[in-house]
Nanobody, 119 residues
Framework: QVQLVESGGGLVQAGGSLRLSCAASGRTFASYAMGWFRQAPGKGRDLLAAITWSDGRTWYSNSVKGRFTISRDNTKNTGYLQMNSLKPDDTAVYYC????????????WGQGTQVTVSS
């Protein structure tokens, strides 16, 4: 099993930035990649970005490409999502996930962290 714990969410004004963290523990070698998803009220859960643990290969959704950056620190078993130029439409619960598929690695999920962008 892999346990994932997100942190870093909160309230920010439009145009601002936040950095989300996802700390992984347990059998982390069992996961090939990790990704960040979000779910707004009444909508589905969408994949935003993904990264492989080994070589740092990345994938981005068109909706966040150029504004969000995914990264990882293997020494800390932690992944990050740097979010810049935030918009009210970015308001959602953000989840990290990990697993063996690419780019949507969804074997393990974190509990989610709320991001609210005010206009």
């Amino acid at each position: 099993q892999v346990q994932l714990v997100e942190s870093g969410g909160g309230l920010v004004q439009a145009g601002g930035s936040l950095r989300l963290s996802c700390a992984a523990s347990g059998r982390t070698f069992a996961s090939y990649a990790m990704g960040w998803f979000r779910q707004a009220p009444g909508k589905g859960r969408d994949l935003l970005a993904a990264i492989t643990w080994s070589d740092g290969r990345t994938w981005y959704s068109n909706s966040v490409k150029g504004r969000f950056t995914i990264s990882r620190d293997n020494t800390k078993n932690t992944g990050y999502l740097q979010m810049n130029s935030l918009k009210p439409d970015d308001t959602a619960v953000y989840y990290c996930a990990a697993g063996g598929t690419w780019p949507a690695a969804t074997d393990y999920w974190g509990q989610g962290t709320q991001v609210t962008v005010s206009s």
